[in-house]
């Protein structure tokens, strides 16, 4: 008896000690992080910050807010995600057309609790503020200032004159400890050069013109051109309703512009919601108003029965609003479909913004 009770507590004990090293292995261990020992972010520098325009430091108390940490997907998830990738485009995978919300994202491909806690932490060491963490788990907004950005990535953050306007950047590729590579990318940009407008771009001429040489398209031109009338005439009739698209904005837009335009070519009255995302940064007129105008405008016209949202970020000495805008809509779902109208040179976008 003495015996049999003997070796069922060893077994019991050999049990537990198991379960207590699988627990072990399963959970992710903090990282350890050498300051001391990092990585150059190579490619992150922007080709306007150069010696040439460089006007000297920046005040070390420069604001800098809502800058975006870029987060890789997890590991050992890489290749499950591109294999859903691809089934989502597949019509034969039962994944076909299967979209994740940015939760599910996260939890089936993002990095781990104790990833993100690391990032943090390190973020915070330096005395930035977290400002959120991504529900798809592949970024960390933070704020802080020069002078702090300065000693967490080893950058400079200089004063530079173009075209007569000053703008702020950082003067050399930044860098991360050697211990959060794989899971940081690095910061999507650190500088106030903006993305540009496709419709203030260079104009091509146009084929057709008026006696004064101005030149116009109605929706009701777009619709022949582009052959939309079939959707709009079809059984059931495709116009947008039930559908919700989620524009990418910097700036304020007059209501009455766009209800005017929808008044003046005969669509259907149908105002769009406009949502601010953190700070207003009001109606900065001009082509930045312009190009709001003809994103809201144009995607009305086309789905004429859509719901259109306009998501308006501020953008900051670090961060695009655009980029602000387009992170908002995905991460908080804000529509299915979301249209964007701004777009930079690859070089200009940096490593981690390409990313």
Same mark, same amino acid.
């Given at each position: 008896m003495y015996s049999h009770t003997l070796r069922t507590r060893?077994?019991?004990?050999?049990?537990? #000690?198991?379960? $207590?090293? =699988?627990? *072990?292995? +399963?959970?992710?261990?903090q990282r350890v992080i050498n300051d001391a020992d990092r990585v150059t972010l190579h490619g992150n520098t922007?080709?306007?910050?150069?010696?040439?325009? !460089?006007? +000297? *430091?920046? *005040?070390? =108390? #420069?604001?800098?807010q809502r800058m975006v940490l870029s987060l890789g997907v997890r590991p050992d998830a890489q290749a499950a995600l591109q294999q859903f990738l691809a089934d989502q485009q597949n019509p034969h995978s039962p994944s076909f057309h299967k979209w994740l919300t940015p =939760? !599910?994202? +996260? #939890?089936r491909f993002g990095p781990t609790d104790q990833d993100i806690a690391d990032a943090t932490n390190w973020l915070k060491k330096f005395g930035f503020t977290i400002d959120s963490v991504g529900a798809g788990r592949l970024w960390i907004n933070f704020s802080g200032d020069a002078q702090k950005v300065q000693r967490a990535f080893q950058t400079q953050i200089h004063q530079f004159s173009v075209n007569g306007k000053m703008h702020h950047a950082n003067a050399t590729d930044p *860098? $991360?400890?050697r211990a959060l590579t794989g899971l940081v990318n690095g910061v999507v940009s650190l500088n106030d050069f903006p993305k540009q407008p496709n419709s203030t771009g260079t104009q091509l001429a146009p084929d057709f013109t008026a006696a004064n040489g101005a030149h116009f398209i109605s929706p009701a031109d777009f619709s022949l051109i582009y052959n939309v009338n079939t959707l709009y005439n079809g059984a059931p009739a495709i116009d947008g309703t039930g559908q919700t698209i989620a524009i990418v904005g910097r700036t304020d837009i007059n209501l009455a512009d766009v209800q005017f335009f929808r008044s003046f070519f005969g669509l259907p009255a149908n105002d769009p919601v406009f949502i601010n995302n953190g700070p207003d940064p009001g109606n900065l007129g001009g082509g930045e108003e312009m190009e709001a !105008?003809? !994103?809201?405008?144009?995607?009305?016209?086309?789905?004429? +029965?859509?719901? $259109?949202?306009?998501?308006i970020s501020q953008s900051t000495v670090s961060t695009d609003g655009v980029d602000l805008s387009a992170q908002y809509i995905v991460d908080n779902n804000v529509a299915p479909i979301m249209s964007t109208s701004f777009g930079l040179c690859e070089a200009s976008l940096g490593t981690t913004g390409n990313d």
């Amino acid at each position: 008896m003495y015996s049999h009770t003997l070796r069922t507590r060893c077994y019991l004990g050999v049990l537990l #000690l198991a379960m $207590i090293a =699988t627990f *072990s292995l +399963g959970a992710q261990a903090q990282r350890v992080i050498n300051d001391a020992d990092r990585v150059t972010l190579h490619g992150n520098t922007h080709p306007l910050a150069s010696a040439e325009n !460089d006007r +000297g *430091s920046a *005040s070390p =108390t #420069l604001p800098m807010q809502r800058m975006v940490l870029s987060l890789g997907v997890r590991p050992d998830a890489q290749a499950a995600l591109q294999q859903f990738l691809a089934d989502q485009q597949n019509p034969h995978s039962p994944s076909f057309h299967k979209w994740l919300t940015p =939760t !599910d994202f +996260g #939890l089936r491909f993002g990095p781990t609790d104790q990833d993100i806690a690391d990032a943090t932490n390190w973020l915070k060491k330096f005395g930035f503020t977290i400002d959120s963490v991504g529900a798809g788990r592949l970024w960390i907004n933070f704020s802080g200032d020069a002078q702090k950005v300065q000693r967490a990535f080893q950058t400079q953050i200089h004063q530079f004159s173009v075209n007569g306007k000053m703008h702020h950047a950082n003067a050399t590729d930044p *860098s $991360i400890p050697r211990a959060l590579t794989g899971l940081v990318n690095g910061v999507v940009s650190l500088n106030d050069f903006p993305k540009q407008p496709n419709s203030t771009g260079t104009q091509l001429a146009p084929d057709f013109t008026a006696a004064n040489g101005a030149h116009f398209i109605s929706p009701a031109d777009f619709s022949l051109i582009y052959n939309v009338n079939t959707l709009y005439n079809g059984a059931p009739a495709i116009d947008g309703t039930g559908q919700t698209i989620a524009i990418v904005g910097r700036t304020d837009i007059n209501l009455a512009d766009v209800q005017f335009f929808r008044s003046f070519f005969g669509l259907p009255a149908n105002d769009p919601v406009f949502i601010n995302n953190g700070p207003d940064p009001g109606n900065l007129g001009g082509g930045e108003e312009m190009e709001a !105008d003809l !994103d809201v405008e144009w995607a009305g016209a086309v789905a004429k +029965g859509a719901a $259109i949202k306009l998501v308006i970020s501020q953008s900051t000495v670090s961060t695009d609003g655009v980029d602000l805008s387009a992170q908002y809509i995905v991460d908080n779902n804000v529509a299915p479909i979301m249209s964007t109208s701004f777009g930079l040179c690859e070089a200009s976008l940096g490593t981690t913004g390409n990313d």
